[in-house]
Every structure is written in structure tokens, then in C-alpha cells.
């Protein structure tokens, strides 16, 4: 596990405006939280960095998120890839995720796949649940691209209508790993308090910071000695004003415990949950985001 030492920005995501460019971003770092998530699984490398970076892009999307008991959840799925299933999901602040894969169909591709080569023709599907309304939106769009942050960019453009960039980086070093990223977005005149006006994707001023948030490199956002304001600086410092907004804390969060599990457990009829038990009454239910089993012991006699 990666020690928290001082001097170094991590587990934090921040986020900041620039008016005179009708722009807005949110830059962030995952270490001791992302190593915490993946610790739980043996993945091997391709799906430690495939799930590194779902766990970077949910952070940054989630973390703009105003309601706080609401969710985003990412989903990329295929019926026919070395990756069955990939969830990461964010809320409040703390994020959880985990992967189904076929093991011996990666094991007999090359070491570095492409994300066509993991997923084939698969979807990624990204989810709001807004507690606070109880509405939901949902977004799908076509696993095409060199990377997930590659292809949750055009979900942006093409479901949201607002151009976007992602830039994510996940790097390993000395067995400890971390994972950066940079969120930019448009906003036209008018949005904040009105209706969002129609946004043109070659604008001159999202053509400027769209450039400047390109020239952003793996290694700066990876940079565990750099300081996320830090960042935004170097990309802006000609701007008359950048305002940097609260920041968010990153926590490994995952909800499942004994007595969520028991009280699912009791809504099944008592013979079933005689036929999930083993032969000493004991239900094993296991967790695939923290990859804990819990065992949960019932009554096995006969009403």
C-alpha cells in the first residue's frame, strides 16, 4: 500500500472556472485510494490499468456532481470481449469498482491490448442518479477509441452537446500507482441561471483552452510532488482570472456490510435461502468491488 506522506497532492480532486473563456475544469489525483481498490484483486496489468482509468474519469465526472447523495456510475460492457463486465461508480466523494474478464483469452493476447482488442464491440454507458429529484439520465456511446477517456469525451460531445476534453494518465513506479486527470468543459454566455444556450464546438475561446488543456502531459498530472492548483496554473497563467473552486476528498467507498446483506438475504423465502446455504447453514456472499466474502448463517430446519 502507498504511504500518505506529506508533500505529496493526492486523493483529491479540484475544481475551477475561467470566465473570460466561458470555461470550466476539474483537475485531480487518485494514489493511496486507487491502490486501496485494486489491492483487493489480482488483476494483471492490462485490467489493473483499464480499471485505473475508469476509477480517474468516474472521479472526475462524479465529482462535479451538486448533489451530493447523488451518483455516476460507469458501465462498459460486451457480450463477446476478453472484458465481460467493468463498473466503477462514484457518491459523496468515495468511489468503488471492479472488472469480470476472461482470463485465459488475455492471457493468450499480447501484453499491451487495445481497448478494441479487451472490449471488441462493446458500450460504455454512463449513469446520473440524482438523489435529491430521483432522476435519472443515462448516456450510451460505442467503445471507439484508443481509451476510455477517449470515448467518455465524445459522450460529452455527442450525447451532452458540449465539447470536452479528458486527459488521464495512470503511471506505476516502485509498486505504487497513480492515476491524474484534467476535465475541461464549455460553457457559453448565459448557462449559469438560464437556460443553456446553443454551443458552437469550434468557438475560438473553447479552441484556445481546448489547446492549452492538450499540451497538459501524463507525467505533470502523475506528479505526486506537483499541487493540483499548481497545475491549473501552469495551463493558465495568462488568463485575467482563474477561480479555483472547493475541492473533493477521494475515499474507497464500498457499502456492502453484514447487515445490508442479512436484510437482502431475508426477503428470499426460507427454502431458498436453505438451497444458497451450504451444509452448515452458512450463505457466502461475496462482494466483486472489495472482494470480501460474507458469510451469513441461517436457519436450515424445516418450517
Known amino acids: 500500500m502507498m504511504a500518505d506522506l506529506p508533500g505529496r497532492d493526492l486523493d483529491r480532486a479540484l475544481g475551477f472556472t475561467i470566465p473570460e473563456f466561458n470555461a470550466r475544469g476539474r483537475v485531480l489525483r487518485l494514489g493511496p485510494v486507487m491502490d486501496e481498490i485494486l489491492s483487493a484483486h489480482a488483476y494483471p496489468p492490462a485490467i489493473e490499468g483499464l480499471l485505473a482509468e475508469a476509477l480517474v474519469i468516474a472521479a472526475l465526472i462524479g465529482s462535479t456532481l451538486k448533489d451530493d447523495a447523488g451518483q455516476l456510475t460507469l458501465q462498459a460492457q460486451t457480450r463477446n470481449g476478453v472484458v465481460r463486465l467493468l463498473v466503477v461508480d462514484y457518491r459523496d466523494g468515495e468511489l468503488r469498482g471492479y472488472v469480470d474478464y476472461d482470463a485465459e483469452r488475455l492471457a493468450e493476447g499480447p501484453a499491451e491490448p487495445t481497448l478494441f482488442a479487451l472490449f471488441g464491440q462493446g458500450y460504455l454507458a ?4 440524482l438523489a435529491t429529484t430521483g432522476e435519472r439520465y443515462q448516456g450510451i456511446v460505442p467503445l471507439d477509441g484508443a481509451s476510455l477517456a477517449e470515448v467518455a469525451e465524445q459522450y460529452f460531445i455527442q450525447s451532452e452537446q458540449i ?3 479528458l ?3 495512470v503511471r506505476r513506479r516502485d509498486g505504487q500507482i497513480v ?3 484534467l476535465f475541461l468543459q464549455h460553457l457559453p454566455p448565459g448557462e449559469v441561471g438560464r437556460e443553456r444556450l446553443h454551443v458552437s464546438h469550434d468557438h475560438p475561446e473553447w479552441e484556445h483552452v481546448a489547446t492549452l488543456g492538450a499540451t497538459m502531459g501524463v507525467d505533470e498530472l502523475v506528479d505526486v510532488a ?12 495568462e488568463a485575467r482570472e482563474v477561480r479555483v473552486l472547493g475541492d473533493t476528498r477521494l475515499t474507497r467507498g464500498c457499502r456492502c456490510n453484514p447487515e445490508h446483506i442479512r436484510s437482502v438475504i431475508s426477503k428470499f423465502p426460507p427454502e431458498e435461502q436453505r438451497e444458497m446455504a451450504d451444509a ?5 456472499v461475496d462482494c466483486n468491488f472489495c472482494s470480501t466474502v460474507f458469510p451469513v448463517r441461517i436457519e436450515t430446519s424445516a418450517a
Do not use: H, Y
Request: glycine letters at 16%.
Open 226 to 237: 506537483v499541487p493540483l492548483e499548481t497545475l491549473i496554473w501552469r495551463l493558465f497563467n
Open 126 to 129: 454512463i449513469t446520473f442518479d
Open 163 to 165: 465539447p470536452s476534453l
Open 280 to 284: 452448515n447453514g452458512v450463505i457466502s
Open 179 to 181: 492515476g491524474g486527470g
Open 167 to 169: 486527459r488521464v494518465g
